[in-house]
């Protein structure tokens, strides 16, 4: 099953976050933060159709977006966030 985000939203996917502190600590799942860093997977038709915001992001970019946002939902067993296109903060080159 595919999710086409409508309008101005997007769909993103968490990128795994790192088990281990610089010093190599392993942590619990209870000590680990959730990231805030995502893989777009899809944008909606409102980013496409307008020329200023169509290339400020595209799927396949990895994205900061802010802490409590989204609504998540769960496709085909995989975990995906649906986000506005204003609660992205940046993208990472």
Do not use: C, H, N, Y
């Not at 985000?5 to 790192?18: C, S």
């Amino acid at each position: 099953m595919t999710v086409k985000p409508l309008g101005e939203r997007v769909v993103i996917k968490m990128v795994e976050a790192e088990e281990k502190t610089k010093s190599g600590i392993v942590l619990p799942g209870t000590a680990k933060e959730k990231p805030q860093v995502a893989e777009v997977l899809a944008v909606g038709a409102g980013i496409t159709a307008d020329e200023k915001k169509k290339d400020e992001i595209k799927v396949g970019d990895k994205v900061i977006f802010s802490k409590f946002a989204g609504t998540e939902v769960k496709v085909d067993g995989e975990e995906l966030i649906i986000i506005k296109l204003s609660d992205v903060l940046a993208v990472i080159e």
